[in-house]
């Protein structure tokens, strides 16, 4: 499960469009942030996670955050400032057992586009000639449609899908999507057939009845995801602080739960934004967070490329700059000498004391962040002004993996694990660390 948020420059305190992605997997499926320069190809076609398409002659340089069993990307930007997030969402359409998958869409999307209309049209052109399918889950499987949140410095779409039906809209301020579809009877664009297709089906009477998100939902799996309740969490938090909407702020609501400072992993549920797994009705915790500063020149992407985002660091990323080899594409089990992997052997020693620890973490983790913003902020404006280089700009991003990773592993180090109340939430835990191979 997944939240996805945007607020367009008229929304937001500085004028840059802020976007942001957390993203939900299983708490074993490790998930790379690799960065791909501009290249030209002469392959034929380009092998996505099932189905190939025609290559084009140049792809467009990207940073993408990505599953690493997958072809395709959860969330990333492109040197142009466009950034997509994904959700799962699921509707009464069959599911296809191949086709491009959500993740794929959008990592050719990246690749391919120099603005949010471009990649949104170029998604509904991939999406209609060759579907979208294919199992989704890493050791479980999964099967599910796609919405998505499109943006670049100037613009924003909301784009939700139903197999090969979808309805589009342009965002006007700030605006959420979680796993539920939430475009009812409005939008600015949509597929050809898209009532007729649902009056057909018995999901509505006719065209003033219509409702997509009402008709294409599968209400079983749409409720136990929580998505609605989450998505009207954000929205309300966007909602609320129109034309005050800063890095900061976007953070707070990336990092929230449900029961705020009562929170613990054990308690947690489905509609807490930072995500902790804890059984079979929790499955979920999100392996990455992503937010995009999209300034007309010279975004700033600040990435944890590690999970819970509550216990993360964010770090700043330039795609003019790229980025260096820091072991940011993990292994499938545990490897004490990647940055994803030593964040997970962290937060899963906090499991038990998450409230005494945290406080602690977020003293150090708070003052590395703001060190990294100002450095951020004062190179991007003197890049802009010519007066410092790419090379300082790719030290400032080594600096900050390089130092949060320190940190991460000293304070692991200083505390033992401990047991919670809840014998069921630690056999969950412990059949999955037993299975990465992390020992305590």
Not at 196 to 218: I, L, M, P, Q, R
Not at 292 to 315: N, R
Not at 357 to 371: F, G, Q, V, W
Request: charged share 30%.
């Amino acid at each position: 499960m997944c939240d996805t948020v945007v607020a367009v420059g008229n929304s937001t305190k500085n004028g840059e469009t802020n976007f942001a992605k957390n993203s939900d997997r299983e708490p074993n499926e490790p998930q790379a942030l690799e960065f791909y320069p501009r290249m030209e190809h002469d392959e034929e076609f380009v092998k996505c996670t099932y189905v190939q398409v025609p290559q084009v002659k140049e792809t467009y340089a990207i940073v993408i955050s990505r599953p690493i069993w997958m072809w395709g990307a959860e969330m990333g930007a492109n040197e142009f400032g466009v950034a997509i997030g994904n959700e799962a969402v699921f509707t009464k359409e069959k599911n296809l057992e191949k086709g491009l998958t959500g993740m794929d869409l959008l990592r050719l999307a990246l690749e391919r586009c120099k603005s949010a209309r471009e990649a949104l049209e170029l998604i509904i052109n991939l999406l209609e000639k060759y579907g979208q399918g294919g199992n989704c889950g890493f050791r479980n499987k999964m099967y599910y449609h796609n919405s998505f949140i499109i943006a670049d410095p100037r613009e924003a779409f909301v784009l939700e899908t139903a197999g090969k039906y979808w309805v589009a809209e342009k965002v006007r301020s700030v605006r959420s999507i979680s796993n539920a579809l939430t475009i009812e009877n409005k939008w600015d664009l949509a597929a050809k057939g898209l009532v007729e297709n649902a009056v057909e089906k018995g999901w509505c009477k006719d065209d003033k009845d219509f409702n997509f998100a009402k008709c294409y939902s599968d209400t079983f799996y749409t409720y136990f995801s929580k998505g609605r309740k989450r998505h009207k969490y954000t929205q309300k938090m966007l909602e609320q602080r129109i034309g005050e909407i800063d890095l900061s702020y976007v953070k707070n609501i990336m990092r929230s739960h449900k029961l705020g400072k009562e929170f613990t992993p054990a308690n947690g549920s489905m509609e807490d934004i930072c995500m902790h797994a804890g059984g079979i009705t929790r499955p979920s915790q999100t392996a990455a967070s992503y937010i995009g500063q999209l300034f007309e020149k010279v975004q700033v992407h600040w990435f944890t490329a590690t999970s819970t985002p509550c216990v993360s660091i964010y770090k700043p990323v330039f795609l003019q700059a790229g980025l260096l080899k820091l072991n940011l594409t993990p292994k499938e089990f545990y490897d004490s000498s990647s940055i994803w992997w030593i964040h997970e052997k962290l937060q899963r020693k906090m499991l038990g004391s998450f409230k005494e620890h945290l406080p602690k973490i977020r003293e150090k983790a708070d003052s590395m962040e703001a060190y990294f913003e100002h450095k951020a902020k004062e190179l991007r404006n003197d890049f802009l002004n010519g007066r410092t280089t790419l090379e300082e700009l790719r030290k400032l991003t080594e600096e900050a993996f390089l130092k949060s990773a320190e940190f991460e592993i000293s304070f692991s180090n200083q505390i033992k694990t401990s047991r919670t109340l809840s014998i069921i939430f630690e056999l969950y835990w412990r059949k999955w660390n037993s299975e990465a191979r992390i020992k305590s």
